[in-house]
């Protein structure tokens, strides 16, 4: 359990001078599935992202905290899971050699029991060695997800977490996503109801113009 | 409406004075400018070159400024100004080089003998070709202003060199380098006072004009951007 | 932080091992490069400045082929996000920059190699200053080319938009490089060369701290 709390302030973006939301506010603690929900275009990948780390907000504040010390921006990655559509792996490896390289670009041990844990878990332990090139889209989404559960981090966002998937591969990512939620701040981003069903509170992007 | 029309006289007066006024040995009459042993009757273009090399380098450093500034903010206005500087300073860059080679051909025999300043001024020439096909390269406005703030930094940071290097690596024609033995008509003032004077009307004439033009610049570029969004519809916006 | 840039520079490494992209087609570039010259130049004998000065034109243009790889092909496939996630800009730039100065030192080579083999003015009298110019423009020529190669990838036109990007911050090192091998083939001094010598190292150190402070910006979307 971690007493980490992300909190955003006024938090808004703008693309050029394009506004895509205002002043976002919210206070997400410890544990518990958080839902961003809104129509296509509505800023839930913006938002997402700029919760990652990923993209400075145009103004407004977001800030992460592991007990009371604020976490900077250079030391973010390590404690943020991410999984999107628009997520790539590199397809000149394998899956286990893409995993073990991003243990090590990331600067954490690579804990091969609980890799193969994972790997069982979404079905992907067989084909472990076989290039990524080889993968299906399902076979590639739930590769991203072992890479975001992998360094434990404190947090994990999923962006469509069920896109590229079939039944089988939903009812793992639900299994995972409830029992990571028991630990952690779990964010999902989508406009599936099964998805959002998940959550225990939802952010309703549309309404912050 | 009164100080443009003032400019107008100004810089008239001093294009004119500029070409008509003799040059003579002995400056007698207040429009009268003495002879420079080097310059001679050359003499004349550093009304025009001087003030446009030295506009160059200001349009230069408020770019550099304007892309600070907006790296710091983020505020596309600070990208608009820093733009309208680059544009300037680029049509300024060029008069330079111009005039200065139109110099050259008279004084030395030919347009161009990679003279240390005259290879620094192509250098810049190039940044700025460079910093504006960076620019048309780029669609989102965003990273369009960011790249090219980032890449104004380097490219500044890089520029002192020449001043270093220049004199080292290459023997100089230009008056006022390290040959000259003359040591350059501004510094040692070898000019007359009315000489003088035009000189500076003209510096002073050209430096108006290129804060009047950057101000106009920047402003017509930001209600541009704004106009073209009120009017376009917000088709689907970014993937949500 | 400089085990997981070492990380990220293997990673290139091998995946480079794999695909043997860059070898092959840079390796091909400097002999192309190089056969050019030499058929443009037939049977005369070239002057000893114009040497140095091709030397270090192929080696820009080598250069310019192959540096921007680094950046593009991260963009190119999508991976840039992936990156993000995983390693901090700092972590990044210098991972990429390893790779780059590996794969400048090793092209110079060889390209240096050739030229003393084929040119006939080719000839180093003061070896140490050569080396020493070697190392220190190398390094130059890869802060400079990959700080520049960020920045591209972000872009469209890429390839074009490369050298044309790279020659203006680049021309000051060149230009003076190219003065330090003339001066190595004549034998000068290290004291007589120390100006031009300065001049480099200056040049290595701010672009150097340049390229660290601003690669935040470019990498950030």
């Not at chain 1, 089988?168 to 996503?177: A, R």
Request: proline fraction near 3%; hydrophobic fraction near 50%; glycine fraction near 6%.
């Amino acid at each position: 359990m971690s007493s980490y709390s992300i909190q955003s302030q006024n938090l808004s973006k703008l693309f050029g001078r394009r506004l895509i939301f205002k002043d976002v506010n919210f206070n997400w603690t410890e544990k518990g599935i958080f839902g961003i929900s809104g129509p296509n275009g509505s800023g839930k990948s913006t938002l997402v992202k700029i919760v990652a780390g990923l993209i400075a907000p145009s103004s407004g504040k977001i800030i992460h905290k592991n007990s009371t010390v604020e976490i900077i921006p250079e030391k973010l990655h390590n404690h943020i899971g991410f999984v999107s559509p628009y997520l790539v792996l590199y397809e000149e490896f394998s899956a286990w050699e893409n995993l073990k390289i991003f243990a090590k670009i990331r600067g954490v041990d690579f804990n091969e029991e609980k890799v193969i844990y994972y790997l069982t878990q979404f079905l992907l332990e067989n084909r472990k060695n076989d290039l990524v090139k080889t993968y299906s889209s399902g076979m590639k989404q739930r590769l991203k997800f072992i890479f975001a559960l992998m360094h434990s981090p404190e947090v994990l966002i999923f962006d469509e977490p069920t896109s590229n998937l079939d039944e089988e591969g939903k009812k793992v990512v639900y299994d995972i996503v409830r029992e990571e939620g028991k630990h952690r701040i779990v964010i999902i981003a989508s406009n599936e109801i099964k998805d959002l069903e998940l959550c225990s509170e939802i952010l309703l992007l549309e309404k912050f113009k | 409406m009164i100080w443009k029309i003032f400019l107008f006289l100004l810089l008239a007066f001093v294009s004119i004075a500029g070409i008509a006024f003799p040059i003579v040995e002995k400056p007698s009459a207040w429009y009268e400018f003495p002879f420079i042993p080097g310059l001679e009757e050359n003499a004349k273009i550093i009304f025009f070159h001087v003030p446009t090399a030295w506009l160059t380098v200001i349009a230069f450093l408020m770019s550099t400024v304007f892309s600070f500034r907006y790296l710091r903010t983020k505020n596309l206005d600070e990208d608009a100004k820093a733009h309208s500087a680059a544009q300037l300073g680029m049509i300024f860059c060029i008069l330079a080089t111009v005039t200065g080679a139109v110099w050259a051909k008279f004084a030395w025999g030919q347009f161009w003998s990679w003279d240390p300043r005259q290879t620094s001024i192509f250098a810049i020439l190039l940044i700025y070709g460079a910093l504006f096909a960076l620019r048309s390269s780029i669609e989102s406005e965003d990273k369009r202003a960011t790249l090219s703030a980032v890449y104004s930094l380097i490219a500044f940071v890089t520029v002192p060199f020449f001043i270093f290097i220049m004199p080292r690596i290459m023997k100089g024609l230009h008056p006022g380098s390290a040959d000259d033995t003359n040591a350059g008509p501004v510094i040692d003032f070898k000019m007359n006072s009315s000489m003088q004077l035009i000189f500076f009307l003209s510096l002073i004439g050209f430096t108006i004009l290129y804060f009047w033009m950057w101000r106009v610049g920047y402003k017509s570029i930001i209600i541009k951007d704004k106009l073209d969004k009120k009017i376009m519809n917000p088709i689907t916006g970014q993937g949500g | 932080m400089i085990a997981e840039s070492y990380a990220l520079f293997k990673k290139d490494f091998h995946s480079e091992l794999r695909t043997r992209y860059a070898i092959n087609s840079l390796a091909m570039f400097i002999i192309v490069a190089i056969s050019v010259i030499l058929f443009s130049i037939g049977n005369e004998t070239i002057t000893e400045s114009l040497t140095a000065g091709l030397f270090w034109v192929v080696i820009f243009f080598t250069a310019m082929s192959g540096l921007s790889r680094a950046f593009v092909s991260e963009e190119e496939r999508g991976t840039t996000l992936t990156l993000q996630l995983i390693a901090s800009p700092t972590t990044v730039f210098s991972g990429k920059l390893i790779f780059n100065l590996i794969l400048v030192f090793c092209m110079n080579l060889v390209i240096a190699l050739l030229y003393s083999a084929l040119f006939e003015k080719f000839v180093v009298q003061n070896f140490p200053l050569f080396l020493l110019t070697f190392i220190l423009g190398n390094i130059g020529l890869a802060v400079a080319s990959t700080i520049i190669a960020a920045i591209i990838a972000k872009a469209g036109a890429k390839g074009t938009l490369y050298p044309v990007l790279s020659f203006p911050i680049l021309l000051p090192l060149i230009l003076t490089c190219v003065q330090l091998t003339l001066f190595s083939f004549d034998g000068t001094s290290f004291e007589e060369a120390q100006f031009e010598l300065a001049i480099v190292v200056g040049y290595d150190v701010i672009m150097f701290t340049a390229s660290y402070m601003l690669f935040d910006f470019i990498w950030k979307d």
